[in-house]
C-alpha cells in the first residue's frame, strides 16, 4: 500500500465516523428500533454469542418457535466469519450485547464496503480522488446507505471485491492465475452467502456471468474485426471466460454450502410470510404474491431521494449524491467507449426497468423464464445494481472532468444543460416564496439547492485543474450531501414516544428470570403484540421468537399451546385478571397448570394416512393426548397397556441435546413436546432409536417397559456436509495461492 493509498483509507475512515456520529459520538441515537431490529436482529445476534460462549456451534435454537434449526432462517448470519467480533466483548450492565459495539460493528462494515470499492475503484484505473469519491458513494449512498437490516448490508458489500477479483481473473497472464482470481472472487459470493443475503449474492453472480459475457463479446468482436469467424477461435476464446466463471460460482457454492444446505432442508420444511399470508417456502411464488416493486417516478430518486414514496413495498432511492449523480452522467457522455462503462450503463438501466416490478415487462418475462429469481420476492432490491453501477461510473466521470479541465470545447455541449438545470431548479425554491399558495416541502428544496450546487461544480471542474483546497471541499461537498438523507438512526426520544421495543425488551428480564427459576421446563408466551422474542435474549424457551419463517408443521400445531407445554403467561401490569404468581411494575405472570409437561408416556395410537388428516383428527374436540397419540404409519413394535405409573425426568437439557430417564409400565411411545425436525438422532439405552413424527408436530419414539435412559442429539447431516465442503473449498483455495506464491518466489 503506497503512503497515498493508506491516506485516502484513513480519510474514508474518518468520513465513515462522521457518517454515523450520531450512534458512535453521541448517545442519543440507535440502529437498534423496530420489532425486526430488536427481535430478529439482535434478538439471533444475542442467541449466537451464548452459544459461542457456550462452546458450541448454534445449530438448533431451543428458545423460540418451540425449537428450529438456527440456520435454517438464513437472516440469522449463522456462519459469518465477522461475527466472532461480537464473541470477544463481555455483555453491558443489561446482559445483553452492547449496543455501541452493535453500532461500531455497523460503522466497521460500511468501512469494509467502502475500503473494497476504493480497491475496485483503483483497480479499474481511477485516481485516488476519484476511487474516493465513488466508494463513499456507494457505502453511504444508494441502497447500502439506507438498508435498516445489518445482515443484508453485511452481504451487499461485497459485490465491489467480488467485480474486482473478476477483473483481474479477466487480466491474469495464464490460466493458472486466472483461477486463482475467479476463485477468490467465490470466496467473497461465499462470504455474502454466509450473511443470509442470499438474494444480494444472487445478485452479485449475475453481475459475474452477465459481466464476462459483456467482456467476452468486446474483446471478440476487437479481435474479429476484418476477419472471418471460425469455430476453433470462438471455442478457443470463449472456453477460459466459461472457466473463470465456473470457478466462481462453484468456489462461492462450497464457501457458503454451510449455510445454503440446512437453509435448503429448511425450505423444503416450512412456510414464509409474504403478500397474502404464509406461502410454502420451496414453492415458486405466484406472480400476483410477488412485491408490487417500484413506481415510475421512482426515475427522480436519483436526484431527490425524498421525491414522495417510490414503491409500494419496500423501496429504496439510488441516490448517491447530486453531484455523483452528475459524475455518472458525464462517464456515460465522454466514457462510452470503454467497456466497463458501457456495461454498468447497461447494467443500471436493465436492473432499473427490473425493480418497476409489475410495471414492467422484463420483470414480468424473468419472473417466467429466470429459474429461482423469484425468490427475490422483492424486485426493488435490484435498485443495489443501480446504485452500484452509478457509484463506478461517477469515479469514472470525475476522472474524466479532471483530466478535460480547462478545455472548452470539449464540455461547452454540457454548459447549457447546467445552466438552464440550475435556472429551473432556482425557480423552483423561488416561486412558492412569492406565490405562497404553492407549497415546496423542505427535502426537495434542500435537493434543488444541492442540484444548483452541482451543477456549479461541474461547471469550475470544467474550467480549469482542480488545487488541494478545490479538491478537499468537493470531498466535504460530497459527504454533506450523503450524510444529509441519512435516516437510519432514530433518536432515542423518538423511538420513546413509538413505542420502543429495545426498552419494553429490558423489562421483561426480571419476568423472564422468574419464569426460569421455575422447577421443570417450560415454554412461555409474552401477551403483547407484536410479541418481543424473550427466547433468544433471555433464554427462556418460548412459542413465539423473531422470524418470517416458521416449520410447517409448528405452524400447523401452534394453535394448540397447550401440547407445546406453554405453562406460563407473561402480561402487562395492567392486566385486570387475578391469579398472578408474579407482579412487578411493568408486567405479571400466569400460570396455566392444565399444560402438558416436556414429555409424557402414551400407550394408544390413533392411525391417520396423510398430515391434513392427522391434523383434522387433532382439531377435533374429545381426544385426550395424554393417553393417544396420532400417527402416520404404524410404529415399529406395538404398544402394550400399562398397569402402572409411568414417570420421564429428564437429566440434562441443551441447546441440541437432551437426556432423560423413562419408566414404562409397559411399552409406550415417548412423546416429547419439541418440533420433529430431520436430524435429530435418538438411542434408547444405548441402542438408536426412530424417532417419528406425532401428534401432527411433534417428536416421539417407542420406549420398552422398565427403566430406560433415552438421550436425543441434534446432528444435521446438511450443516456438517455444508461446513465439510466449506473447509475443502476454502482450504483448496489457500493452498493453490501458496502453491502460486512458492511458484512465483522460486523463479
Not at 425524498?306 to 429504496?316: D, F, I, K, T
Not at 459527504?479 to 413505542?499: C, H, I, Q, Y
Not at 385426550?624 to 414417570?647: C, M, N, T
Not at 435412559?709 to 465442503?725: I, N, W
Request: glycine content about 8%; aromatic content about 14%.
Amino acid at each position: 500500500m503506497t503512503r497515498t493509498t493508506a491516506k485516502y483509507v484513513a480519510l474514508l475512515a474518518l468520513t465513515i465516523v462522521l457518517f454515523h456520529w450520531k450512534t458512535l459520538l453521541t448517545s442519543q441515537f440507535t440502529s437498534i428500533v423496530g420489532w425486526e431490529g430488536v427481535n430478529q436482529t439482535y434478538g439471533w445476534l444475542h442467541f449466537w454469542v451464548n452459544s459461542i460462549w457456550h462452546g458450541h456451534i448454534p445449530l438448533w435454537d431451543p428458545y423460540a418457535f418451540g425449537g428450529r434449526p438456527f440456520s435454517g432462517e438464513m437472516q440469522t448470519s449463522a456462519y459469518y466469519p465477522f461475527r466472532l467480533l461480537f464473541a470477544l466483548l463481555p455483555l453491558n450492565r443489561n446482559e445483553l450485547v452492547s449496543p455501541r459495539f452493535y453500532h461500531e460493528y455497523l460503522a466497521f462494515t460500511r468501512f469494509l464496503c467502502a475500503c473494497f470499492t476504493f480497491a475496485l475503484l483503483r483497480e479499474l484505473g481511477r485516481s485516488h480522488l476519484a476511487s474516493f469519491v465513488g466508494a463513499c458513494a456507494f457505502s453511504m449512498g444508494g441502497l447500502v446507505g439506507r438498508l435498516p437490516w445489518p445482515h443484508y448490508m453485511e452481504s451487499c458489500i461485497w459485490l465491489p471485491a467480488v467485480f474486482m477479483f473478476m477483473l483481474r481473473a479477466l487480466r491474469a497472464e495464464g490460466r493458472g492465475r486466472a483461477l486463482l482470481e475467479a476463485s477468490f472472487g467465490g470466496l467473497c459470493i461465499g462470504m455474502s452467502i454466509l450473511t443470509g443475503g442470499v438474494q444480494f449474492s444472487m445478485m452479485q453472480s449475475i453481475v459475474v456471468v452477465t459481466a464476462v459475457v459483456c467482456y467476452g463479446v468486446s474483446t471478440r468482436s476487437r479481435a474479429d474485426s476484418g476477419a472471418a469467424r471460425q469455430w476453433p477461435s470462438i471455442r478457443a476464446h470463449w472456453q477460459p471466460l466459461a472457466m473463470i466463471v465456473g470457478v466462481f460460482l462453484v468456489v462461492a457454492f462450497g464457501t457458503g454450502a454451510a449455510q445454503l444446505l440446512p437453509a435448503y432442508e429448511y425450505g423444503k420444511l416450512s412456510i414464509r410470510s409474504i403478500n397474502g399470508g404464509w406461502f410454502p417456502m420451496a414453492e415458486k411464488i405466484p406472480y400476483d404474491r410477488m412485491d408490487h416493486g417500484m413506481l415510475p417516478h421512482s426515475l427522480i430518486t436519483g436526484l431527490f431521494p425524498a421525491g414522495g414514496v417510490p414503491g409500494l413495498g419496500e423501496a429504496w432511492p439510488y441516490y448517491i449524491g447530486a453531484l455523483p449523480f452528475f459524475l455518472a452522467l458525464a462517464a456515460i457522455w465522454k466514457c462510452r467507449n470503454v467497456v466497463w462503462v458501457r456495461y454498468l450503463t447497461g447494467l443500471a438501466l436493465f436492473a432499473f426497468l427490473y425493480v418497476l416490478g409489475e410495471y414492467s415487462p422484463l420483470f414480468g418475462l424473468l419472473y417466467a423464464l429466470a429459474p429461482y429469481l423469484w425468490m427475490v420476492r422483492e424486485p426493488s432490491r435490484f435498485i443495489y445494481l443501480v446504485s452500484f453501477a452509478f457509484a463506478v461510473l461517477a469515479a469514472y466521470g470525475l476522472d474524466r472532468i479532471l483530466e478535460g479541465a480547462g478545455d472548452d470545447v470539449q464540455w461547452a455541449p454540457a454548459k447549457p444543460w447546467l445552466k438552464w438545470t440550475a435556472i429551473v431548479c432556482g425557480a423552483g425554491i423561488i416561486v412558492p416564496c412569492v406565490f405562497t399558495q404553492i407549497t415546496l416541502g423542505v427535502w426537495p428544496c434542500l435537493s434543488m439547492l444541492l442540484i444548483i450546487a452541482s451543477c456549479a461544480w461541474c461547471y469550475r471542474l470544467s474550467l480549469r485543474p482542480a488545487s488541494a483546497t478545490v479538491r478537499f471541499m468537493l470531498v466535504a461537498f460530497i459527504f454533506f450531501d450523503l450524510n444529509l438523507f441519512n435516516w437510519n438512526e432514530a433518536s432515542r426520544s423518538t423511538v420513546t414516544k413509538n413505542g420502543d421495543q429495545y426498552e419494553q425488551m429490558l423489562t421483561l428480564r426480571a419476568p423472564a428470570e422468574f419464569v426460569k427459576s421455575r422447577p421443570g421446563l417450560n415454554r412461555v408466551r409474552v401477551g403483547v403484540d407484536p410479541e418481543p422474542n424473550v427466547g433468544d435474549i433471555y433464554g427462556v424457551q418460548s412459542l413465539w421468537g423473531g422470524g418470517a419463517t416458521v416449520i410447517t408443521g409448528f405452524s400447523r400445531l401452534s394453535p394448540h399451546e397447550d401440547l407445546f407445554n406453554v405453562r406460563y403467561r407473561i402480561r402487562p401490569v395492567s392486566t385486570p385478571d387475578p391469579g398472578a404468581i408474579y407482579q412487578d411494575t411493568f408486567w405479571k405472570v400466569y400460570e396455566d397448570t392444565k399444560a402438558f409437561p416436556r414429555a409424557w408416556l402414551v400407550h394408544h395410537t390413533l392411525l391417520e394416512p396423510s398430515h391434513d388428516a392427522a391434523f383434522a383428527r387433532i382439531d377435533k374436540p374429545g381426544i385426550d393426548f395424554h393417553r393417544v397419540a396420532i400417527v402416520e404409519a404404524p410404529l415399529p413394535r406395538a404398544l402394550e397397556e400399562s398397569g402402572a405409573d409411568d414417570s420421564v425426568r429428564f437429566r440434562s437439557y441443551g441447546a441440541d441435546e437432551m437426556s432423560m430417564d423413562v419408566n414404562a409400565g409397559a411399552t409406550g411411545l415417548l412423546v416429547l413436546s419439541e418440533v420433529y425436525y430431520p436430524g435429530w438422532r435418538a438411542t434408547v439405552n444405548g441402542e438408536r432409536a426412530e424417532i417419528r413424527e406425532v401428534d401432527g408436530a411433534l417428536r416421539g419414539l417407542v420406549v420398552p417397559k422398565g427403566a430406560s435412559r433415552v438421550e436425543l442429539e441434534y446432528v444435521p447431516l446438511s450443516y456438517y456436509a455444508g461446513a465439510g465442503l466449506g473447509v475443502v473449498t476454502v482450504g483448496a483455495v489457500l493452498l493453490a495461492w501458496f502453491w502460486r506464491r512458492r511458484q512465483a518466489a522460486a523463479v
